[in-house]
């Protein structure tokens, strides 16, 4: 049986379970009245309602409580077992509040009494409401991870061809600055002094882009070939840190402070490398004091915030973000030495460990650079005490 109105209303397709013609007609008649424009089927058993969802969508589905051969509530099933999200509302002449409840637990969307029909259009909308509410989250999300998975890719992609050309680039570069090199030490001299400073700028030029591809091959490996995470107890990644950079640390009286730190779960040589960068950073950014460099970490409910605290230049504000983008720095090689891939590569291994970096400061008054790695491991942090570590006791190191 179907009904239609030729209003020009808000279409509204119904699937109406009910086995009384006279209820169906005082429901659709109580929905047109509330401004929709209706068409419906009515159905009262089992295999009608598979056999109409089967065919047809619907907009909502008015499901009578209990049919002579049917349970309105079976139908909830039925739409779970087609993968349906049609909104259900009960209409049933009498129901306890118990029931009800229930019934909405299982599925159904609301509940509405034939006694009181006037709260029919007010159910109906809610549901029409809530199912679009619904159906633009889920294509929301799906855009979403749409976009995440596009997002990935690309990035896989951009690494990949960096590796590949910076691996690729080095092999004839080689032969560029070995070649530029036995040209500058056999004609040193020899020619005029202009194709002596031309010669110059392209050794110059080979040995830069050779520290480039190195650089960038260093970057571009981090996360690649999936190493396995171990335990690395971070007080000895800085030891290991301190003895590479014995020298530079006598040489400019760097003290370095370290608190107690604990064990993360990752690469050990990631690790090291990350201290190292950052310990190098505030060495090499120092200001007129010698350095000193505070080394703390403190757990903070699933993570542990390490921090790295120098007494060097400082960065301004404006810039905290832009220096952890490879190739980006903000003084020229002659000021001091670098490409501007050591932060770059911190921001990496720090993300690839599920961790965050940043940095506090402020220009002239030392930088404090901080991250984040999930504590998951229920350690302590390793050493009982704080220790210090100034050029003398290096020495002896
Ligand atoms: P590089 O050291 O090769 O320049 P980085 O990526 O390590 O490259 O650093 C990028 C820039 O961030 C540096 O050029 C410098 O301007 C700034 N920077 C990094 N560490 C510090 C620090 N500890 N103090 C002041 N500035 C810093």
Redesign the pocket.
Known sequence: MTHKSRTSNKRLHVLLIEDEPSDAEIEIAELRHGGFDVTADVVETGDQVRGRLGKNSYDVILADYSLPNFRGMDAVDILREKNLNTPLILVTGALNSETAVECVKQGAVDYVMKDNLARLVLCVRRALEDTRLRQERARAQEQLAHKVEELARSNCDLEQFAYVASHDLQEPLRMVAAYTQLLAERYRGKLDTTADRYIGYAVEGATRMQALLEDLLAFSRIGRNGVTPTPVDSNTAIEEVLRNLAITLKEHNVTITCNPLPTILADRFQVVQLFQ??I???I??RGRQAPSVIISAEQHGEEWLFSIF?N????ASE?KEF??K?F????TRAE???????????KKIVEHNGGRIW?D?ELGR??N?RFTFPAVLADKAGKKEDYELSAENLVSR
């Open positions: 960068n950052l190098g950073n505030a090499k950014f120098d060097g230049i400082g960065i810039h220096i952890f490879i980006q720095r903000l003084h001091y030495p670098g490409n501007g891939v050591g932060l770059a590569i911190c940095v400061s030392g930088s650079f």
